[in-house]
């Protein structure tokens, strides 16, 4: 019997219903509806009663001080059982406190700001064990403080973000300096429209802790008067911190951070060496892994002159982006804060991905920028970018954590295993695609027409105010009111976050 035969001895043929032309309309509707119950963002898809409680629960300082509390205790629990050994680098900084050697000669690597506020710390008592204590408390601090900005800022979103991505970075965060320029980045960008002065002297102050921040200052320039505000007070700022550390350790101190970078091999966690890294874990004849006299493991054999020359070319790329931004600025009457705040995300992670001397800490410098974004993403566009690049700065703090300290024996040990390397490959391309998708948006709406006339648009100065009365009232029933109104019918001019 042939199969045709076959087919209709068992039946009819079968029939399909047609295509549906509405499906990708009610797809999208309904898509419009689920985030409208979070966004409240007026597009006449109300939510339900239960969700309006639901939110007005969210709202509450203690619900976000328990949340705070529990990812905080998880994370110290997973610290005190297994990574005390990350304190290590606060040691470091102690030994070379308590050094009897002169300024010029005392954590060379470090800009002298850094110096000072290690020093400070030296009040509470110079034992190690009271050091690290006080040098954790005031890093933790600092993560408090951010986590209030944004609950008075009046975005969910953003501190939810901000409490998961430190849970997935792990502990790290309290026993490195980087959550000090990392948190005056992220309130510099929360800052960037409503306060411009601070911002400026904010991203100088970064500048003044890590050198890298310098670079921010880039997409805040301008002919808006907001953007002559952030520059002055950049400069001045910037000028000020740099005449005190001359003075106290005259023109090599000064420099000696540069030069100490610049000197350094490549970092085996650096997205330039994760290809030898990947080569060392299939065949790890022909490349060592060693501490260097910088600090830091390195990677050396062949092909590591290559790569560090990779690096400082997109490196210069990264420069020549962020000079190629002050001209977009000047030519552009005014920048919203959303695409301001996504620039300055862009340049952290072009930063990333160039530097040969990446270490697990340095991802804080891109945790608080992007909750910065989330925070002020007022379009469905933005929102969107930000969402998703949230959603991969939350992978990519876990991978890091993997990285280091859970794997990072099996990665640098003298016999490394494949499926451990796996993981800070994963996490540098990770950040390599990231790196791409931040910067193809951030040009996409740098030179898009419409850029040249959207300014501080209606739904901007709307948040603002809200934000504004958010910050007076603190942690009190008026927030919560204000909160909950998020989700009344939007009024032309307003939106719901």
Same mark, same amino acid.
């Given at each position: ?27 999208? *509707? ?89 020093? *400070? ?134 420099? *000696? ?23 060392? *874990? ?216």
């Amino acid at each position: 019997m042939s199969a045709a035969a076959g087919r209709h001895a068992s039946g009819p043929e079968p029939t399909f219903p047609a295509p549906d032309p509405d499906a990708g309309q009610r797809a999208a *509707s309904w898509w419009r509806t689920a985030t409208s119950w979070w966004t409240g963002d007026g597009h006449g898809h109300q939510p339900p009663v239960w969700w309006r409680h639901v939110r007005r629960a969210l709202g509450a300082a203690w619900v976000w001080i328990l949340l705070f509390l529990l990812s905080r205790a998880w994370v110290l629990r997973e610290w005190y059982d297994k990574y005390q050994f990350i304190r290590s680098d606060v040691n470091y900084y102690l030994w070379w406190l308590n050094h009897d050697v002169g300024i010029t000669e005392r954590l060379v690597e470090y800009p002298l700001p850094v110096v000072w506020l290690l020093d *400070s710390l030296r009040v509470f008592g110079n034992d190690q064990n009271t050091y690290q204590l006080a040098f954790g408390l005031a890093m933790a601090a600092l993560d408090a403080a951010f986590c209030v900005l944004l609950w008075r800022r009046g975005t969910l979103r953003a501190l939810l973000f901000w409490n998961a991505f430190v849970t997935f970075f792990g502990a790290l965060i309290w026993f490195r300096y980087d959550m000090a320029p990392a948190f005056v980045v992220g309130v510099a960008a929360l800052l960037v429209t409503r306060h411009p002065r601070v911002s400026g002297a904010l991203v100088a102050l970064g500048a003044g802790l890590k050198l890298w921040p310098a670079m921010l200052i880039a997409p805040l320039m301008g002919r808006s008067r907001a953007a002559v505000l952030r520059t002055v007070w950049f400069a001045v700022t910037g000028a000020a911190l740099a005449g005190l550390a001359f003075l106290h350790g005259g023109w090599q101190r000064l420099i *000696s951070p540069l030069t100490w970078q610049s000197d350094r091999g490549l970092q085996v966690e650096s997205v330039p060496a994760t290809w030898l890294m990947w080569q060392r *874990s299939r065949d790890p004849r022909g490349w060592t892994v060693e501490m260097s006299k910088y600090n830091a493991f390195e990677i050396f054999g062949p092909g590591t002159d290559a790569w560090m020359r990779f690096s400082d070319v997109v490196m210069a790329l990264a420069v020549l982006s962020a000079a190629c931004m002050v001209v977009v600025v000047f030519v552009r009457k005014q920048l919203p804060a959303d695409l301001l705040a996504l620039a300055m995300t862009s340049i952290v992670l072009f930063m990333l991905v160039a530097n040969k001397t990446l270490s697990p800490q340095y991802l804080l410098w891109l945790g608080t920028p992007v909750a910065a974004l989330l925070a002020l993403a007022h379009t469905h566009t933005m929102r969107a970018r930000a969402h998703l690049l949230a959603a991969l700065t939350l992978f990519a703090a876990f991978l890091t954590q993997q990285v280091y300290p859970v794997f990072y024996g099996q990665i640098i040990g003298a016999i490394p295993t494949v499926k451990h390397t796996g993981v800070l490959v994963a996490r540098n391309a990770l950040l390599l695609v990231m790196a791409v998708i931040a910067t193809v948006w951030t040009w996409a709406d740098l030179t898009a027409e419409r850029a040249a006339g959207r300014h501080d648009t209606p739904d901007e100065v709307a948040d603002d105010d809200l934000s504004d009365e958010l910050f007076e009232v603190g942690f009190d029933a008026a927030a919560l009111k204000q909160i909950d109104r998020l989700d009344e019918p939007a009024r032309p001019g307003r939106r719901g976050d």
